[in-house]
């Protein structure tokens, strides 16, 4: 079992920048591949970046390429997300979400764990 807890959420105005963290615990996080996903209002919930249990290989939605960076740091059990050049069109609910086996995935449906999510609004 792994317990994933986001932090990081906020208000910010289009063109800012916002850093998500995501604090996992209960077994070994090098374990895990990890990813953040997130879902607006009326919408599914979409994938927006993942990355591998090494950082070695890093996936991205077209849509963030460029203006958001995945990251992680194994001895802080913890994953991050950088992002930049924030737009209306991101404003959702973001989901950290963790998934046995080291390498990443984009499919929702290939995580096991999920953290509670974290609001991000970006005002225009």
């Known amino acids: 079992q792994v317990q994933l807890v986001e932090s990081g959420g906020g208000l910010v105005q289009a063109g800012g920048s916002l850093r998500l963290s995501c604090a996992a615990s209960?077994?070994?996080?090098?374990?895990?591949?990890m990813g953040w996903f997130r879902q607006a209002p009326g919408k599914e919930r979409e994938f927006v970046a993942a990355?591998?249990?090494?950082?070695?290989?890093?996936n991205y939605a077209d849509s963030v390429k460029g203006r958001f960076t995945i990251s992680r740091d194994n001895t802080k059990s913890t994953t991050y997300l950088q992002m930049n050049t924030l737009k209306p069109e991101d404003t959702a609910v973001y989901y950290c979400?963790?998934?046995?086996?080291?390498?990443?995935?984009?499919?929702?449906?290939?995580?096991?764990?999920w953290g509670q999510g974290t609001q991000v609004t970006v005002s225009s």
């Open positions: 979400a963790a998934r046995r086996g080291s390498a990443s995935r984009t499919n929702v449906y290939e995580y096991d764990y």
């Open positions: 209960g077994r070994t996080f090098s374990a895990y591949a």
């Open positions: 990355i591998s249990w090494n950082g070695g290989n890093i």
